[in-house]
């Protein structure tokens, strides 16, 4: 590849990027991980928030919405995002938002079986969410 269409397709990829946010794209998600529990984060209203947390491929367990998450951040899904190389391995599952409203909230993510309700999570991961207007 000559340098000409290297540097035009950069221009072309930096004039797409620049274009997209002038014409009121979303930002990018504000991602957060398991070394973030406890700590505080501010998005605004409309702003995606994903959170990445490790999970034990093959053991039932995944991470849940808890019933006392904020309202603040409609929950749009969660996905695997790096599969276990071995059956039985680590992987990260990720937990997709959408912040709807403004207000100060807590977001409770816990690591349980989906048939064990009488239990007690394995795992709780929680931040402090803002969502400004």
Known sequence: MNTNK???GLC????F????QAMGASPDPLVIHQADAGKSFTLAVGRHL????KEQAGTGYSWVVAG?????LKFEG????????MPGGAQL?????????AGKGMLRL????????DKPPAQIFSVTVTVAE
């Open 50 to 53: 994903s959170v990445l947390l």
């Open 93 to 101: 599952q990720a937990l997709d938002f959408l912040a709807v409203a």
């Open 68 to 72: 006392d998450s904020t309202p603040l």
């Open 12 to 15: 072309m990829a930096a004039l």
């Open 17 to 20: 990027a620049t274009g997209s």
């Open 6 to 8: 290297f540097l035009a």
């Open 78 to 85: 969660s996905s695997v995002q790096s599969a276990a190389t």
């Open 110 to 117: 816990d690591y349980r079986r989906p048939w064990e309700t």
